[in-house]
């Protein structure tokens, strides 16, 4: 058996093994049962206040997947059993991953000795790039809980129930909303405008005021419960009716069907992503997980929200399609520079053969750089990251097929009165996204691949021609000046596991432009 088979194999078994763990034999409650428990570790570790590297917003997504995916029972899930599968879900936090880049390839795997070494295939350096991009578009500040917020937690009877007073919601919510803002604004590429439609008439304003309200109120759950010592207690749960009541008052200017609309949305069903829909349901409640609702992701959660609905998401990917206008606008920014977006191509008969999303011309100096502009909604998980790269793969095949057709002359591109023909330029050709760099290499000879978050974040470019050598050749950062790569090792069944991960050094990078003569 191959090493990598070997591998999927056991975290198959240790996959079985965990399927038949006591707890899943117990009916719905178990799901509360494990989220609290979960919930009441992570207050602790707030409390002691020591960071560690659990990955709590994975450990919180795992549960709520197995507890979705597994058939319910009858029984009652204990508290031991239920800290039995927080302990296996840390450890599947790892495990998943190291599959999951295992099957796409961005993993090799080794065999050396008794033990499997699992190593990066693809450049660390990209993935540490992104690190450091992500890591620098982070705000600096955000606001801490007011004192009415502080003031309400801590002195709230313990033995109390009942939710916060309006004016203290409110407070909570408009926190909530200055985070959001602030994450928002920090998208060196750009954020979504209020009034970008998700469907049946819910914007993105609207979502992220409701999405606010939710996460004041997690605030503050998980507040008070710390304030009072009652850590078992920091999970809210409330019925549908009363989050929608809370949120009617706090904003009643949204209709009531609008609320309705995105709580649908935002709770766990089977084939959603519990990072973008953080509301599971239980029984006539529905459970708050803190970890999940954040601040720094919420035009992507609103995004997601839509495209649960493919009939709904037509027009939502349509629209951000015509983002590729950013592109367009950062290119003619450059001295000497013209820019096109949405340029088509046409066959000798008059049939479309495609179209040319961006296209920016030097004429003094002969240049040409042609981009395929794909906008999908921004990746938060490994599998995300997977999904764009594919995405990327597909659009690098489709720009190559059209300008095939271009260079033999069996398709002409319609290019501006008082441009140059693409054959007198000495033409590059590339795909874009917003944010994430492809990690995995482009098979079609010839097409870069980049983001716009990493281009923003060189400068000013000099010249088309500065932009066109960083495409091809990036200046990304260097191992063991930048970053580095650690082994950690892991045990599974018999076997040691041992797997690089990367770490950046205290040394700042960003990338340059080419000092070009």
């Known amino acids: 058996m191959k090493p990598d088979e070997e591998l999927l ?82 450890e599947f936090s790892r495990w998943e991953q190291i599959e999951h880049s295992v099957r796409v390839g961005a993993y090799q795997v080794r065999r050396r000795g008794r033990e499997l070494r699992v190593r990066h295939s693809w450049d660390p350096a990209r993935e540490a790039a992104d690190m450091y991009l992500e890591a620098r578009s982070r705000p600096k500040e955000l606001p801490p809980f007011s004192e009415m917020e502080r003031k309400w937690a801590s002195t709230r009877a313990v033995e109390s129930r009942q939710g916060p007073p309006m004016e203290v919601l409110r407070a909570s919510a408009e926190r909530a909303m200055v985070s959001i803002d602030a994450w928002r604004s920090a998208s060196p590429e750009g954020y979504l405008p209020d009034s970008f439609d998700l469907g049946s008439g819910l914007t993105v304003g609207v979502a992220a005021a409701l999405l606010a309200g939710v996460m004041g109120l997690a605030d503050l759950c998980e507040l008070a419960a710390r304030s009072a010592t009652r850590l078992e207690t920091t999970l809210a749960h409330l019925t549908r009716q009363e989050l929608v009541n809370a949120l009617s008052n706090l904003y009643p200017e949204v ?67 015509k983002r590729a206008k950013a592109w367009e606008t950062w290119l003619a920014s450059i001295p000497g520079v013209e820019a096109r977006s949405n340029v088509r191509v046409r066959r000798g008969d008059g049939k479309p053969a495609g179209d040319l999303d961006v296209i920016a011309v030097d004429a003094e100096n002969g240049l040409g750089l042609c981009l395929e502009v794909k906008w999908p909604v921004d990746a938060v998980t490994r599998r995300e990251v997977e999904k764009v790269e594919t995405l990327v793969t597909s659009a690098a095949d489709q720009l190559g097929r059209v300008r095939d057709e271009l260079q033999s002359g069996t398709a002409v591109a319609t290019l501006p009165a008082g441009w140059p023909q693409l054959s007198e330029l000495d ?36 010249s088309l021609r500065s932009v066109v050598e960083l495409l091809k050749h990036p200046d990304l950062p260097t191992r063991n000046l930048h970053f580095y790569e650690e082994a950690f090792s892991l045990r599974l069944g018999h076997r040691e596991i041992i797997v690089d991960r990367i770490g950046l050094r205290q040394f700042g990078w960003r990338p340059r432009f080419p000092n070009l003569r």
């Open 9 to 90: 194999e056991e975290i198959a078994s240790k996959r079985h093994a965990l399927h038949l763990h006591r707890a899943w034999r117990a009916g719905e409650s178990r799901i509360y049962t494990l989220l609290r428990k979960a919930a009441e570790f992570r207050a602790k570790e707030i409390d002691s206040g020591i960071q560690s590297d659990v990955p709590w917003e994975t450990l919180f997504e795992l549960l709520i997947q197995w507890h979705h995916a597994l058939p319910l029972g009858d029984g009652e899930c204990d508290e031991e059993a239920a800290f039995e599968v927080l302990v296996i879900a840390l």
């Open 255 to 321: 209709p009531t069907s609008r609320i309705d609309d995105l709580l649908e949305r935002l709770t766990y069903r089977v084939g959603r992503s519990a990072r973008t829909a953080p509301l599971v349901a239980y029984g006539d409640k529905i459970i708050l997980n803190p970890p999940l609702i954040t601040s720094r992701a919420v035009d992507v959660i609103a995004l997601r929200t839509a495209a649960h609905d493919a009939s709904r998401f037509g027009r939502v990917g349509q629209n951000l399609g």
């Open 427 to 462: 033409m590059t050709w590339g795909v874009g996204t917003p944010q994430q760099l492809c990690l995995r290499p482009v098979s079609v000879q010839g097409i870069c691949a980049t983001s716009l978050r990493y281009l923003l974040e060189a400068g000013d470019p000099p």
